[in-house]
């Protein structure tokens, strides 16, 4: 209804006007820090501002939509420079605290029953808080130590409509600026909507968590908090309290007795099990979401943004790191077809040569030298120079790829990443090639050649009849979005084009009649008879011309409209 299609507009309106705000206020800080009063307000220059921190600063200050974009953008060579992606990961997830008391009347509101009732004890005041939500601590009546993760109110109205907006963004933006048709801009901020979302949504968090627990079954080298379904809500989770270190204090780990590079091993291990392996991983490995416990054990909590890979995008990655391993740039370009979904490509020729050159830069390296991240990032910039759009599910593999590779540079450990990609490339290939998989292949294709079987009478039967009903009719898909258009949608198409043409034709006709002042001339035996009996005819024609091809424009706008 209208009512409710006017309050949403109101909304828009005030939040729209809530940035605006935000951003003129910087805009005049930079003016009075950079323009000519900087000599009153800043005379030493002490507040002065690049446009890259400026621009953070901004996004720190319109809220948790923002920020995480600024995160996810940070992450884009193909969004932004350099220069502006050092500073965009700078932005922290950290963030003015909301009241306790508010965040406990969440926590009885979610639980549906008082405090008391539920746990033993409870810390009143946060021990850390997010845009998103904020981190208590406690302990259940039945003993278990707990930290319980409380969704900020209303969090989930702003973010959406913040989504919303950035949506009418994009669309106005990809209409306006048709050169940036390569990126599909619309579809990533659709992308970053459902990431957002899913975080949200901690009843998500919490089947990522059993996910995982049942994945790394039986594997001591990493640790996935229990997490207690019981009291557990979309905006309440409830999970067990680890204790731990940090792995980004080197010092403070040998101190301990931890070994650096068994925990930088564990930690790609686990990293590559989950990508090749299960094909289902943690999106933001950082330390801050890592702990170091005994036996060199990984604990890894925050598991709001996972993503997943295809089985062919797996094959893909193997057959591009074996591939680059062994120089061979044929294997290579294969494998990002296979990576980014693409059936075939025009200039598959040109891409293999560029790719021998990229591989060049890496080769008189080590392994062990080689920037994991650098290469992705070099070969998605090659892809897209070729049109091919990248998913965002690789941006998010290459998002883990550069963090745990920092996780390990913090430890001051190299690690040969293509030697320990080679086990569980074995393993995918004795996988691909096993009897079992074989076997697989053939009695699904056995079956959809049975089913083909099965319907394809019935489908001939269904055509002919068709056809000798009402004949023969053809639907034409026009556009990205392939919107289909019947006969009659067709006819008036072309009439409309026709009569664009016809008048194109006038008009000229017309101008240049205008322009050579051409006379009419009615004669007889070479002798002028009549001339000029309605006026100079050029001026009466095209003055008529131009009349009509106003009005028939104006017609096709409010038409089109």
């Known amino acids: 209804m209208w009512i409710f299609r ?12 809530s940035i605006i705000r935000i951003i003129i206020g910087h805009y005049l800080a930079n003016w009075l820090t950079t323009g000519p009063l900087r000599v009153i307000f800043d005379p030493r220059g002490k507040n002065r501002k690049t446009r890259s921190e400026r621009l953070r600063l901004i996004i720190e200050d319109l809220g948790p939509t923002f920020i995480k974009f600024g995160q996810i953008v940070a992450d884009r060579p193909d969004i932004a420079s350099e220069g502006l992606r050092s500073e ?88 306006q600026y048709p050169e940036i048709s390569n990126f599909n801009l619309i579809r990533f901020i659709e992308d970053f909507g459902d990431i957002m979302l899913k975080e949200l949504d901690f009843m998500n968090e919490m089947s990522n968590m059993m996910r995982f627990t049942n994945m790394f079954k039986g594997d001591d080298r990493v640790y996935i908090p229990k997490v207690f379904s019981k009291y557990s809500t979309s905006k309440l989770l409830i999970m067990e309290y680890i204790e731990g270190e940090a792995p980004d204090n080197l010092a403070n780990l040998i101190t301990k007795g931890y070994d650096a590079k068994i925990i930088a091993e564990n930690g790609v291990n686990i990293i590559l099990s989950m990508i090749l392996r299960h094909g289902f991983f943690h999106a933001d490995p950082h330390s801050g979401n890592i702990f170091i416990r005994n036996d060199n054990q990984l604990v890894l909590i925050d598991f709001g943004m996972c993503a997943s890979l295809k089985p062919k995008q797996i094959d893909g990655l193997i057959d591009f790191l074996i591939g680059f391993s062994d120089g061979n740039p044929h294997k290579i370009a294969k494998a990002l077809l296979k990576l980014t979904e693409v059936d075939s490509l025009r200039d598959m020729e040109s891409l293999e040569f560029e790719i021998r050159e990229l591989t060049q830069k890496y080769t008189y390296f080590d392994y062990d030298d080689v920037d994991i991240s650098g290469l992705f990032t070099d070969t998605f910039k090659l892809l897209m120079k070729y049109g091919i759009s990248i998913p965002s599910s690789l941006y998010m593999l290459l998002k883990t790829l550069v963090t745990i590779q920092k996780v390990a540079e913090s430890l001051q450990v190299k690690l040969d990443l293509i030697e320990m ?72 198409h072309i009439y409309r084009f026709g009569s664009i043409m016809l008048l194109g034709i006038l008009l000229i006709s017309a101008t240049l009649l205008k322009v050579f002042n051409v006379q009419t001339v009615i004669s007889k035996d070479g002798h002028p008879v009549m001339q000029e009996i309605f006026g100079n005819f050029p001026d009466v024609f095209f003055v008529t011309v131009v009349i009509i091809c106003i009005f028939a424009a104006l017609r096709m706008m409010f038409r089109a409209k």
Do not use: C
């Open 6 to 17: 006017f309050s949403s507009n109101l909304k828009n309106f005030f939040r729209l006007l």
């Open 88 to 175: 965009l990961k700078k932005l922290q997830s950290s963030a003015r605290p909301m009241p306790d008391d508010i965040a406990i009347q969440i926590i009885e509101n979610e639980i549906g029953a008082d405090m008391d009732s539920v746990f033993a004890e409870f810390t009143p005041h946060h021990i850390a808080s997010a845009s998103i939500a904020q981190v208590y601590r406690a302990k259940l009546i039945t003993g278990e130590e707990v930290v319980l993760k409380v969704q900020r109110p209303n969090i989930r109205n702003k973010i959406r409509l913040d989504i919303k907006l950035l949506q009418i963004f994009a669309r106005k933006i990809q209409a």
């Open 421 to 492: 990609v080679k086990p569980y490339a074995k393993e995918k290939i004795k996988e691909r090639f096993g009897w079992k998989n074989i076997k697989s292949k053939v009695v699904s294709s056995a079956e959809d050649y049975l089913y083909l079987i099965e319907t394809l009478p019935k489908d001939i039967r269904s055509i002919v009849t068709g056809f000798k009903q009402d004949g023969l009719k053809h639907n034409i898909k026009i556009g990205e979005d392939g919107n289909s258009i019947g006969n009659n949608q067709l006819r008036w």
